[in-house]
Structures are given as C-alpha cells and as structure tokens.
C-alpha cells in the first residue's frame, strides 16, 4: 500500500462527501436518499455504493480526500460493522481528523440504541444518527462543518 499524501486545498464552500453502505449491507436506497440530500444542500458526493469492504472506503477516503465520510446501514448490522470500520479509519494518519458520520438501523435488537451509538462515538465517530432521528439534526451537523473548519484555520494562521 502507497502512502497518500494530504494535499493542502481551499476549505470553503461546498463539502466533498463519501457516502458508503457498509460490508454487510445490500441496500442501495438510502445511499441514493442521502446523495440526493447532499446534493440538494449544495455538496459533492462521491457514492460508493452498498456491500462496499472496510478496506475500500478507507483507500476511497485517501484517494478522495472527503470533507466528510457518511455511513449509512439499513439491515440492523451497521453496529457490528461500523466499529471496525472507523478504527480502520482513525487508524491512516491521513484520516483521523476526518468527520465521519453513521446512521440508520444500527441494530436488530431494539434495545441498547444509547449505549450503541455511545460506543461508536467512543471509537471515533463524529456523530451518530439512529434511524427515526429527524433530517435536520443530520443536515444541522453537515452544515456546522465549513464553520467549524473556518474557524479551525482562523486560529492556525
């Protein structure tokens, strides 16, 4: 595996976004939905697709350079596969500043929907959005990112 190099680029208007399903997950209509979404609040969206290996979101997310990772799982498997996953992540120097974000049915069992979504925050996710949450709690976060970037680059200059 090749190194990736961080290449400096303008941090200002829309965001650069990869949206994945995880391993296990086959479903391609919420992939579609948060694309749309995305593109409708003004953002490019590189769409990886369902069943998509841990070991290809990661290299995407080099070669792609996303502002933003979206996870989405529909088949209640998402928890099992996302800690992995984002460990994988955090684990690439070159990503472990990335937001990364998950949601949908995490679960199969019903219960324990806090201490999930607790446990994924805890291994590196940025936020987690369980199915039945509201859109705008997701659309809130996506457009807190280029301000709190801003800022971020405000205090390195």
Not at 5 to 23: I, K, Y
Not at 60 to 73: G, H
Not at 100 to 115: F, H, N, Y
Request: hydrophobic share 45%; aromatic share 8%.
């Amino acid at each position: 595996m090749k190194p990736v190099e961080w290449a400096a680029r303008p941090r200002s208007g829309p965001l650069d976004v990869v949206v994945t399903g995880l391993p296990s997950d086959a479903h391609t209509w919420n992939l579609v939905f948060i694309q749309l979404l995305l593109e409708d609040l003004g953002h490019n969206v590189v769409n990886l697709g369902p069943c998509v290996p841990q070991d290809e979101i990661v290299e995407s997310c080099c070669k792609f350079e996303p502002d933003l990772l979206v996870v989405s799982s529909v088949n209640g498997h998402g928890f099992n596969d996302a800690r992995p996953l984002i460990e994988a992540v955090r684990s690439r120097w070159e990503l472990a500043g990335l937001p990364a974000v998950i949601g949908g049915k995490l679960g199969v069992s019903g219960g324990g929907r806090d201490e999930q979504a607790a446990e994924l925050m805890r291994a590196g996710f940025d936020a987690v959005f369980q199915d039945g949450v509201d859109f705008a709690a997701f659309e809130s976060f996506v457009g807190s990112l280029p301000r709190a970037r801003a800022l971020a680059e405000g205090v390195a200059r």
